[in-house]
């Protein structure tokens, strides 16, 4: 049988509720499937920053390479730690110390979920971000502070590696799925990074002959996603634009509550990191509002990177065996507690 280590990491706010309603259900579904998840909880978080002056441990990230994944509840507490300063410290850290260099988003509406758009055509779009340089690279600084000569310089590295790898990952998804990519840029006006990009993808494109490639710049990719997200199929964006076009896709598919991530190193050899999208929502903390469902869905995806394809499969169909019938944390509509709609979930899983 195989046994799963997995570090489990509430952080703040609703992520200690939605990781403690989720981790149960994943239990269920791994007893049957014969496979065994082995959970370790750390309590790196903004807490922990308050106590000891830093996010996680200083060896946090070689402590983590000791496990089979990583699943994430939310991080930050802005009225307590500087946003900055809690997502810098550890989510990034955690991205780019294991070199997680792929966030794959994926995006479509779960049965008896009524989205926000006027079209009921189904989409399924799965974007796929770089994880790790781009626009959140964290080059540049600041001279003259205070003075009305003051200069901020934020500089975006564009690797050929990290870009390549990327998309090299893109093409494989597409390849696996409808055979269509759309790449992201705004190469119009980018003239340097995005023209780099747009030639790495013609470089790569290359080697993928069995793959449609469309170029959209940003703006009209957004537009789309919104007007037509029907049309699209695997979506593959910078830093940046990948984080922007991901909020527009939880927004389709019914809201942050049901955006799941995975955060992953295609060469392997280091945990993934599996997470909801929605943030530590501190105005609702503690009233068991928060949704599991992104929590769930990620864990979803956590199993399937793991290798445990049935397991995962089972568990996506009990959540929409739940969502069919209109049940649902008050986002939804519903009137469910954050552990309720969990428990609902693991009772289907149970019969």
Not at 9 to 29: C, F, N
Request: glycine share 12%; proline share 5%.
């Amino acid at each position: 049988m195989n046994n799963y280590r997995i570090a489990l990491l509430p952080g703040d706010g609703i992520g200690t509720e939605v990781l403690e309603a989720a981790w149960p259900v994943l239990q269920t579904v791994a007893k049957q499937h014969d496979f065994s998840l082995e959970g370790v909880w750390l309590p790196w978080s903004c807490e922990y920053y308050r106590s000891h002056g830093k996010m996680m441990p200083a060896d946090g990230v070689e402590q983590l390479k000791g496990f089979d994944a990583i699943y994430l509840g939310a991080v930050g507490l802005p009225d307590r730690v500087p946003d900055h300063i809690s997502l810098r410290e550890l989510l990034l850290a955690i991205r780019q110390g294991l070199d997680l260099s792929v966030n794959a988003r994926p995006h479509r509406l779960l049965a008896g979920v009524p989205g926000p758009l006027r079209s009921s055509i189904p989409f399924d779009i799965l974007c796929i971000r770089e994880n790790t340089e781009g626009e959140y690279s964290g080059a540049g600084g600041r001279v003259h502070r205070g003075g009305d000569l003051e200069v901020a310089v934020e500089t975006s590295i564009f690797t050929r590696a990290g870009v390549e790898r990327v998309l090299r990952y893109s093409f494989e998804q597409a390849r696996q799925r409808s055979g269509r990519l759309a790449s992201v840029t705004k190469s119009n006006a980018q003239r340097h990074s995005m023209v780099f990009w747009d030639e790495m993808t013609d470089r790569v494109a290359a080697d993928y002959p069995d793959v449609e490639v469309t170029r959209y710049h940003v703006d009209a990719i957004a537009a789309r996603m919104i007007t037509a997200p029907e049309t699209l199929d695997v979506v593959v964006a910078s830093n940046l634009f990948g984080d922007i076009l991901t909020d527009i896709g939880a927004a389709i598919q019914g809201g942050l509550g049901f955006a799941a991530s995975a955060n992953i190193n295609p060469t392997g050899g280091v945990p993934g990191m599996f997470e909801p999208v929605h943030g530590s929502a501190p105005d609702i903390m503690g009233k068991g509002l928060a949704n599991p469902l992104a929590t769930l869905w990620a864990g979803a995806l956590m199993l399937e990177h793991l290798g445990e394809s049935a397991a995962a499969a089972d568990l996506m169909d009990a959540i929409e065996a739940v969502t069919v019938t209109g049940a649902g944390t008050p986002d939804m509509g519903g009137t469910l507690s954050t552990g309720e709609l969990a428990r609902q979930i693991q009772a289907v899983l149970g019969r």
